[in-house]
């Protein structure tokens, strides 16, 4: 079956570093499924942060990157200068595509940002 | 725009009881899911709502895990009868469609059962 399969946590880097969470998947039922990544900081709910619906593009929301490479199926996060706001779970998704209902999240990344 | 609300936000149960938990999706929205969080886990998909019609009913949660949506506006979550290994934050999410559309999430329920 699909899963995805992310960079074990917990995570801490110092503020203005660079961060790299990595992200895999396996799509057994659809060739280019469409990969997210969602966010849950302290006391919120969880939330999209970005999303790439075609293999080769790249994603980008608040400083953060993720570029959809199908020849190694990979999905990783990447920040170049990460801020004490980033502290956050932040978790990658593969949904299967219009007509199909299934939506794989991997177990989530706890990252923590020192000031 | 209201987001997706879910109640309680903490319960507490006895091993052995039945217990209901709710959600309002986004106003309009087409799909509503029921996930499970665990730490082990992660998110577990428990039910799959499309245009009210029960798409995807857990398969190994199907026996004391019981999803419904009365109308367009409101589903509940039944646990029957409940057990420990049940504690864990349930989310309820909602989307405008499947796969390529993104879930708004609720902020979840947390369920400890003794």
């Known amino acids: 079956g699909d899963s995805v399969t992310q960079t074990e946590g917990p995570v801490t880097v110092s503020e203005s570093e660079s961060l790299i969470i990595n992200c895999t998947y396996s799509a057994t039922s659809i060739a280019y499924p469409n990969l997210f990544w969602y966010v849950r900081y302290p006391g919120e709910g969880l939330q999209l942060l970005l999303k790439v619906i075609t293999a080769g593009q790249k994603g980008s929301s608040r400083g953060f990157e993720a570029t959809y490479n199908k020849e190694t199926t990979s999905f990783h996060l990447q920040k170049a200068s990460v801020q004490e706001s980033d502290s956050a779970v932040y978790y990658c998704a593969l949904g299967e595509g219009p007509g199909y209902q299934n939506f794989y999240f991997g177990k989530g990344t706890s990252l923590t940002v020192i000031p | 725009d209201a987001g997706v609300t879910q109640t309680p936000r903490h319960e507490v149960a006895e091993k052995g009881q039945t217990i209901i938990l709710k959600c309002e999706p986004v106003s309009g929205h087409n799909d509503l899911f029921w996930y499970r969080q665990t730490k082990i886990q992660g998110l577990e998909l428990l039910s799959y709502?499309?245009?009210?019609?029960?798409m995807e009913d857990g398969g190994a949660f199907k026996d004391r895990f019981k999803a419904e949506m009365l109308n367009s506006s409101f589903s509940t979550l039944k646990i029957q009868p409940t057990e420990p290994k049940d504690s864990a934050v349930y989310l309820c999410a909602s989307s405008w469609g499947t796969g390529t559309y993104e879930q708004y999430f609720g902020p979840g329920t947390r369920l400890t059962v003794l």
């Open positions: 709502f499309r245009s009210k019609s029960l």
